[in-house]
């Protein structure tokens, strides 16, 4: 085995002067140190060194991503003992071992050689799921959450820096507001009638009209992937200049469309929250529960749906579904919104649901990464990241970082950016 000093010799890597530029440099330039770090890792010895790191960086890493230390350690093979010893001090993984936890706590490399704890996320999250049932955030919703949290902190320092007004509608209302003219105000502000509603002709149609009135007005829209809809159906991030509403890509067009107008409300009330309700999941929470009605009375406004309801409802699936259908809203939504002009009982609602299993999107294969990452950014968020790229303002790590795809895919990325802006709709992913 050869020495560390004739590896360092070798490779041209000189350990202690790169740790002491990685401590002192700023969390600003974490992206570019760690593409220096993995070079030099990479030309470094075979037999990696130890990692000269800050410890109770790397425990907060773990627990931040919401994950035990013996299920660490178990994935990767390490005894707990030696994983605990790493994180308290009295030892250190090798810069191999290192790099395999960051990869799994989805961190940059080089945070655990910062000699301050990173700042945390400006933004929290208000927590309005289930509460009786719902668990701790699994690591991939928090993955999911941190990561648009992050890109919706670049978007909103890059459009203040750039003289971007402030969203006058961000927070103007309040749950005393009102839920009809709350629900005028955003037919309002995203400029859909009643009558261009009822003219979708698909439920993806729906939601991409829906979506891209959102975009047009300065909402970053994203759509992730990775958990159940029981876990997080959707969330809203208040913010003056890049507020954002997420949405889940487990859900079928026609739920995420409500969800749409659930977050837009805590958007125009300026709760930054997530949720994993749907229309009929009644909330004991006034702020939730607001939303709910506010989105459907949005979706289906009350004047208008009152004129629709038959006179005798036999059959309130066949009823519901008819409705559903003329709004581009999911069924059980048409369900309880007959609950609540007391046309069905909330009873027989739920008998009806519940006999019908839970409907998801159903995924259609393969997708192009190009297409995946655009439906996932959005065409707002994605013109954003693009342009600072080409005007210099932002550097390729950064940018392949903001809209996770590689750069070898930016010219089809591209290509489909401009095609959806041609149509103002969103890339088809079934």
């Known amino acids: 085995m050869r020495s560390k000093s004739t590896a360092t010799r070798r490779s041209g890597v000189d350990w202690a002067t790169f740790l002491k530029f990685a401590s002192c ?25 130890e990692a000269n790191i800050t410890p109770a960086i790397l425990q907060w890493a773990r627990e931040s991503a919401n994950l035990s230390l013996e299920a660490v350690a178990d994935v990767e093979k390490i005894h707990p003992t030696t994983l605990h010893e790493w994180e308290i001090g009295t030892a250190s993984p090798t810069y191999a071992q290192l790099e395999r936890l960051a990869h799994r706590y989805r961190r940059p490399t080089m945070v655990f050689f910062l000699e301050d704890m990173p700042p945390s996320n400006v933004v929290k999250l208000k927590d309005y799921r289930r509460q009786k049932d719902s668990l701790p955030l699994s690591s991939e919703a928090i993955y999911i959450t941190r990561q648009a949290i992050d890109q919706q902190a670049w978007a909103s320092d890059y459009l203040e ?12 209302y309040t749950t005393r507001s009102g839920v ?56 809203a991030i208040a913010d003056r200049f890049a507020p954002v509403i997420a949405v889940n890509s487990k859900d079928t067009y026609a739920a995420r469309s409500f969800s ?11 709760d930054s929250s997530l949720s994993s309700r749907d229309y009929g999941d009644k909330s004991d929470i006034e ?20 004129k629709l309801i038959p006179a005798t409802i036999d059959d309130p699936f066949a009823v519901a579904t008819k409705l559903a259908d003329l709004y581009r809203c999911s069924k059980s939504a048409a369900l309880f919104r007959l609950v609540d002009f007391n046309r069905i009982s909330m009873d027989k609602a739920i008998e009806i649901v519940s006999e019908r299993p839970a409907i998801s999107r159903k ?11 655009l439906s996932r ?54």
């Open 25 to 49: 440099a700023n969390t600003a330039n974490i992206l570019f140190r760690n593409s220096i770090f993995n070079f030099l890792v990479q030309c470094g010895p075979v037999q990696s060194p």
């Open 287 to 306: 702020t939730e529960r607001f939303c709910e009605e506010v989105a459907a009375e949005t979706m289906m406004p009350s004047e208008d749906f009152t």
């Open 161 to 172: 820096a750039g003289g971007a007004s402030p969203l006058g509608y961000v927070g103007k």
């Open 363 to 373: 995924s259609s294969g393969p997708i192009p990464r190009d297409v995946l990452a």
């Open 180 to 235: 009809k003219p709350l629900a005028v105000a955003i037919r309002k502000l995203l400029a859909i009638s009643l009558n261009d509603q009822k003219s979708f002709t698909s439920d993806r149609e729906g939601f991409n009209g829906w979506r891209a009135a959102c975009e047009k007005v300065g909402l970053l829209t994203f759509v992730f992937p990775g958990v159940s809809v029981a876990e997080i159906r959707g969330f």
């Open 260 to 270: 749409l107008l659930h977050e837009l409300t805590h958007i125009l009330i300026g």
């Open 377 to 430: 950014n959005g065409r707002y968020f994605s013109r954003v990241a693009v342009s600072a790229y080409h005007g210099g303002e932002i550097h390729g790590g950064q940018l392949s970082k903001l809209i996770g795809l590689s750069l070898k895919h930016l010219p089809k990325y591209e290509s489909a950016l401009m095609s959806t802006r041609a149509h103002g709709q969103e890339p088809q992913v079934k």
